[in-house]
């Protein structure tokens, strides 16, 4: 079983709907990230949370809002979606407890959401 | 900010060695780490360095460390078709921030 999964796995929706994206993990966690990538940019990080009640803004947060329901579960909501947020989306996790190693991080499948 | 650089296309034949490049900005970087992410999958954890160490070794996979430089490689011998995927290095601080990941390395294998 996968240690962290991501639902929807493909989404296509239209401009101006909200939309969801949701990530579980089983690795008892306290650490999530959310994730887009593009062709040729790489990954960049939307939002992350080191624990229930943190939440942190990452290098795009534009466009973007999370919901920490739980360790397990942590939320990407597109509020009204747009064409350029057509890409791929990875869900990641990190354990604090790893001490040098925390910043390890452990990847859902990805979700690929495209916007008509 | 931080930042870190790769080249973003390689090209090598079946059987070959690999080298990935990757430079990186942040001279208080404490791990520096190599992940593989195949097609149509997620990234996956390939190996890792700590800082205070020039060399790691692990089966078919080299990793070297120039603090000084700030270049980190990953060398991947007798390369495979198996190992066509995109390779990206990522650092991480001390303190508690996310990882920094390069742009990622496509590496073809021609058979």
């Known amino acids: 079983d996968a240690d962290v999964t991501q639902t929807p796995r493909n989404r296509i929706t239209k401009t101006g709907k909200r939309i969801m994206l949701e990530c579980s993990q089983t690795?008892?966690?306290?650490?999530m990230y959310w994730y887009r990538q593009d062709p040729g940019l790489g990954l960049r990080l939307i939002y992350y949370s080191f624990d229930v009640k943190d939440i942190n803004k990452g290098e795009i947060s534009d466009g973007y809002s999370v919901s920490r329901q739980a360790q397990a579960k942590f939320s990407l909501s597109l509020e009204s979606a747009i064409p350029n947020q057509t890409a791929l989306y990875f869900c990641?996790?990190?354990?604090?407890?790893?001490?040098?190693?925390?910043?390890?991080?452990?990847f859902g499948p990805g979700t690929r959401l495209l916007v008509l | 900010g931080e930042d870190v650089e790769q080249s973003l296309f390689l090209s090598v034949r079946e059987g070959d060695s690999s080298v990935i490049n990757c430079t990186y900005t942040?001279?208080?970087?404490?791990?520096l780490y190599w992940y593989k992410q195949e097609p149509g999958a997620g990234l996956q954890l390939l190996t890792y360095i700590f800082s205070n160490m020039d060399m790691k070794q692990d089966q078919r996979l080299t990793v070297l460390l120039n603090k000084k430089d700030k270049h980190l490689s990953l060398r991947i011998a007798d390369t495979q078709t198996g190992d066509s995927a995109i390779y990206f290095c990522a650092e991480a601080e001390s303190g508690n921030t996310p990882l920094v990941f390069g742009k990622g390395t496509r590496l073809s294998v021609i058979a």
């Open positions: 942040d001279s208080s970087s404490t791990y």
């Open positions: 990641a996790t990190s354990d604090p407890g790893q001490g040098g190693l925390r910043e390890t991080q452990y």
């Open positions: 690795k008892g966690h306290d650490r």
